[in-house]
């Protein structure tokens, strides 16, 4: 009896730890461009964080999320990341990090009472963060977000199990351009101060397993923030295997 529950308990862990597949594919192994609807929980409410404020710049920029109210053991009232009173709280700070569940940014300049929105469609924000370090060098003011703009696993949901994708716009949320590759997963990216450069890297899925892994092609990408255009080159750090000559693999074997 004991062995049958511990195969039972086996089984159901190995099931839940399975990762889901992050794009689904059609029959010729390529994701349609029609999506369905994205399905919303019509118990949530919508909610804004207090106004996010970065030093030395001109605008208030404030979380637009999500609180589902048919969950009755979580109340929206929250304790506030900054004056440490109550207060509804989506978004979290980190320094120059924001992380959450972002639906949208709305942006005010500090002398206004109106609003614009980040953009108009549907996404989730999973983090921003302001390039404080380019803003001291060249003056520029630079979000960075990580977030999810595509249903690429077909659920009909926007959430962490989707394609994380990188994204830059102007403080005031203008010039709001996707950096990384469609189809192709976030693995890292990091600033280089010395170069004023961003350094991106993605992963593409080339056995079409719907996954992300140590298989895949691995695609190096970087985005001069000094310049005027945001421009991102591929870059190529890595030489193929089968384009070192035979002789040369030999020697390093030796």
């Known amino acids: 009896m004991r062995k049958i529950l511990v195969l039972i308990l086996s089984a159901l862990y190995t099931s839940c730890s399975e990762p889901k597949p992050k794009v689904v594919y059609d029959n010729a192994q ?3 461009e029609a999506e369905d609807p994205i399905i919303f929980d019509s118990t949530a409410i919508v909610v804004a964080s207090l106004p996010i404020h970065f030093d030395s710049t001109s605008y208030l920029i404030h979380p637009i999320g999500q609180h589902s109210a048919g969950n009755r053991g979580v109340s929206v009232y929250m304790s506030s990341y ?3 009173t109550s207060g509804v709280a989506v978004a979290y700070r980190n320094g120059h990090e924001i992380s959450g569940n972002l639906d949208n940014l709305k942006f005010q300049h500090v002398d206004s009472a109106s609003f614009t929105s980040l953009t108009k469609r549907q996404i989730k924000i999973r983090s921003f963060t302001f390039l ?3 803003f001291d060098s060249t003056q520029k003011q630079l979000l960075l ?5 595509k249903d690429s696993n077909k659920d009909r949901k926007l959430d ?4 994380e994708s990188l994204y830059i716009s102007s403080i005031n949320g203008s010039n709001f351009k996707k950096l990384s590759p ?3 997963e976030l693995v890292e990216w990091q600033v280089i101060d010395v170069q004023k450069r961003l350094y991106i890297i993605t992963s593409e899925d080339i056995d079409k397993n719907g996954e992300f892994n140590r298989i895949d ?4 990408f970087y985005v001069d923030l000094a310049g005027e255009n945001i421009n991102v080159i591929e870059y190529y750090p890595i030489e193929k295997i089968d384009s070192v000559p035979t002789s040369a693999i030999a020697n390093r074997k030796k």
């Open 160 to 163: 962490s199990e989707d394609i």
């Open 30 to 32: 390529q994701q349609t």
């Open 182 to 184: 469609d189809l192709q």
């Open 217 to 220: 092609q691995l695609h190096y």
């Open 145 to 149: 977000y990580s977030l999810t703009d």
């Open 82 to 84: 900054d004056s440490g």
């Open 132 to 134: 404080r370090s380019v």
